[in-house]
């Protein structure tokens, strides 16, 4: 299961990251974040060791929310050097994930 992390937690698990990181901004009540909810894991599993992913529930870390402008979820935002390199938003196939995330870490 995908790592759930906090405002307070960003620094240490986005910006300090050796690896890119790939938020999956989300809330409980919202049903396309749900439905991403396995593919988000399937896709940690597919890049374990080279991405890094985590969820960020938007109702409870509104601080990195309203930093990076997510205003629709699920919102995705892939990271790189600790940098926000592309943000997408709604629910997607795996393929498509997988260009996004190609394309934002190479």
Known sequence: MTKAISDAQFEIEVVQSKVPVVIDFWAPWCGPCKAMGPTIDELDADYAGKVKFVKMNVDENGESAGKFNVMSI?????????????????????????????????
């Open 74 to 106: 699920p919102t995705f935002i892939v990271f790189k050097d600790g940098q926000p390199k592309k943000a997408f938003i709604g629910a997607r196939p795996k393929e498509d994930m997988k260009r996004e995330i190609d394309g934002a870490i190479a």
